[in-house]
């Protein structure tokens, strides 16, 4: 009984301090499209700059919302639909597509775009994201050079124009120049 009385007093309290319901309304998470890039920064780096003909080439890339709203952050995680490392100096289309594996280590929403391949991240103002981008090379090289995020992806594929974007508008977003080289697997 006494059990009982505890219980029903411990649902009044609460019911009592619970609060109405709030007439805020949810603030909408914003669109992933061309203007997404500005205010992002990328910086990526590679745990070893060496690696053998067939073994995953790991690079590490902070992906920082530098403004004082959330950002949206697209990301795939079979290709890099929305990432692509490319030779410095080079044409931004083309390159290598790596796969995505982001990490959370924030608060970071996610969603996915409207059944298409993809989905969103949501970088709270001032904070960061890890994505780990991970491709292997088929023959030995040598590369210098950059990862581009394109917020939109693969335009004209899955629903992009290309006519809307860039280079030409500046949407694309350039991180930091890196090097690597592949060389053969060595036999034991």
């Given amino acids: 009984m006494r059990l009982l009385l505890l219980s029903v007093f411990a649902l009044v309290a609460c019911a009592v301090a619970a609060p109405e319901g709030t007439s805020r309304k949810a603030t909408p998470l914003p669109a992933l499209d061309g203007k997404s890039g500005k205010g992002l920064k990328i910086e990526c780096r590679l745990v070893k ?25 697209g990301w795939h995680p079979n290709t890099g639909v929305h990432f692509r490392c490319v030779r410095e100096g080079k044409a931004t289309r083309g390159g290598v597509l790596p796969r995505a594996f982001p990490q959370f280590r924030v ?15 949501y970088v709270p103002p001032k904070a960061s994201v890890q994505i780990l981008l991970s491709h292997r090379a088929e023959r030995p090289k040598k590369f210098r050079g950059t990862i581009i995020y394109d917020p939109v992806g693969l335009r004209g594929i899955w629903g992009g124009k290309l006519e809307d974007g860039p280079p030409w508008k500046g949407e ?15 036999k034991e």
Avoid: H
């Fill in 107 to 121: 608060p970071t929403m996610v969603k996915s775009q409207d059944m298409r391949p993809g989905y969103i991240l």
């Fill in 49 to 73: 700059n060496r690696f053998a003909v067939g073994e995953p080439i790991n690079m590490w890339c902070t992906v920082t919302n530098t403004t004082d709203s959330t950002k949206p952050v």
């Fill in 172 to 186: 694309w977003v350039r991180s930091n120049v890196f090097e690597y080289e592949v060389v053969e697997a060595t």
